[in-house]
């Protein structure tokens, strides 16, 4: 079936230092979301990636979203300690709508 | 203006016992999904429902997993009986649509 790919699995990096966690999926997707967890929190949406080599800007995240439509990445610039969390992208089931989510990028940042 | 709402938060139950949860989807909102979350297998979707009828439940593991939505307002999954391995954080979602997904704060359930 579908599978939504996340690498890496865990990042730490200093405070300042660049970020960007890829998401890769073994179909087409219709489009991808990404959502933010922090420890011992709820996924909370982030955004939504529709057009085929998207790319959306919130602040300090670039979201990008690959010309094949399989592929999809975030990037964070110059990390502060709020951005502790797991990152996770998510594409629609083909069965429906439904999320697929991939296993996450958990970040670290220390001061 | 309410999110989607859990119960129980936390829930620590003997193994064999029946564990219901529950929740309360954003209002409006037509799509009620229930996720499991593991530090093994990450956030797994268990079943979901358009207009309260399941949709999918392919990813609910065992016939020991059940869940309803008697109404546009409330659902519930159920594990019976409840083993180990069942511990997780049991998340409820909803939506309105092809667009955001809400999430609750989660019902951490603990089995032993």
């Known amino acids: 079936g579908q599978q939504v790919m996340q690498i890496p699995q865990y990042q730490h990096v200093q405070e300042g230092e660049d970020f960007t966690t890829y998401c890769n999926s073994s179909?087409?997707?219709?489009?991808i979301q990404w959502y933010k967890q922090r420890p011992g929190g709820h996924p909370v949406f982030l955004i939504q990636?529709?057009?085929?080599?998207e790319v959306k800007k919130q602040k300090r995240l670039t979201f990008q979203f690959g010309e094949a439509k399989k592929n999809s990445s975030l990037h964070i610039t110059a990390t502060q300690t709020t951005d502790v969390g797991t990152y996770f992208c998510?594409?629609?089931?083909?069965?429906?709508?439904?999320?697929?989510f991939g296993k996450g990028t958990s970040l670290l940042v220390t001061p | 203006d309410a999110g989607v709402i859990q119960s129980p938060r936390h829930e620590v139950t003997e193994m064999g016992q029946e564990v219901t949860l529950r929740c309360k989807p954003i209002?409006?909102?037509?799509?009620l999904f229930w996720y499991r979350q593991t530090m093994m297998r990450g956030l797994e979707l268990l079943i979901y429902?358009?207009?309260?009828?399941?949709?999918?439940d392919s990813g609910m593991p065992e016939d020991r997993f059940s869940a309803k939505m008697p109404n546009a307002s409330f659902s519930t999954l159920k594990i019976q009986p409840s083993e180990p391995r069942d511990s997780a954080v049991y998340f409820c979602?909803?939506?309105?649509?092809?667009?955001?997904?809400?999430f609750g704060e989660g019902s951490w359930l603990t089995v032993v």
């Open positions: 979602a909803s939506t309105g649509g092809r667009n955001t997904i809400y």
């Open positions: 179909t087409t997707l219709s489009n």
């Open positions: 990636l529709v057009k085929s080599g």
């Open positions: 998510a594409g629609e089931l083909n069965s429906g709508y439904a999320l697929n």
């Open positions: 209002s409006g909102h037509d799509y």
């Open positions: 429902f358009n207009n309260n009828v399941p949709i999918d």
